[in-house]
């Protein structure tokens, strides 16, 4: 059975850097789409980065020049490195791996995520 879980999130200053990780157990990992998904209080999960398995990345416009996706495919891992955070980023972060468009994904417990201006 395939298993996510994140890590890295806290607190940070507004102007300031995390980097959240994802480890996956279970799965080829090297076959699967990666994606990351803030979730603020009261939205929805919104897409904001993604990861193919030959190592394509998309970012959604709010995020661009800012987050920077990556995988260690070695370590079953991921990354996301987040750059001059603000206010507007804070959120639970979840990980999500998906072998196939219309597969089933699976999804880690998220890592929270705080901006303090």
């Known amino acids: 059975q395939g298993q996510l879980v994140e890590s890295g999130g806290g607190l940070v200053q507004a102007g300031g850097s995390l980097r959240l990780s994802c480890a996956a157990s279970g799965i080829t990992f090297s076959l699967f789409t990666i994606a990351w998904y803030p979730q603020a209080p009261g939205k929805q999960r919104e897409l904001v980065a993604t990861?193919?398995?030959?190592?394509?990345?998309n970012y959604a416009d709010s995020v661009k020049g800012r987050f920077t996706i990556s995988r260690d495919n070695a370590k079953n891992a991921m990354y996301l490195q987040m750059n001059s955070l603000g206010p507007e980023d804070a959120a639970i972060y979840y990980c999500?791996?998906?072998?196939?468009?219309?597969?089933?994904?699976?999804w880690g417990k998220g890592t929270l995520v705080r901006v303090s201006s």
């Open positions: 990861i193919s398995s030959g190592g394509t990345t």
């Open positions: 999500s791996a998906r072998v196939a468009p219309a597969a089933i994904p699976y």
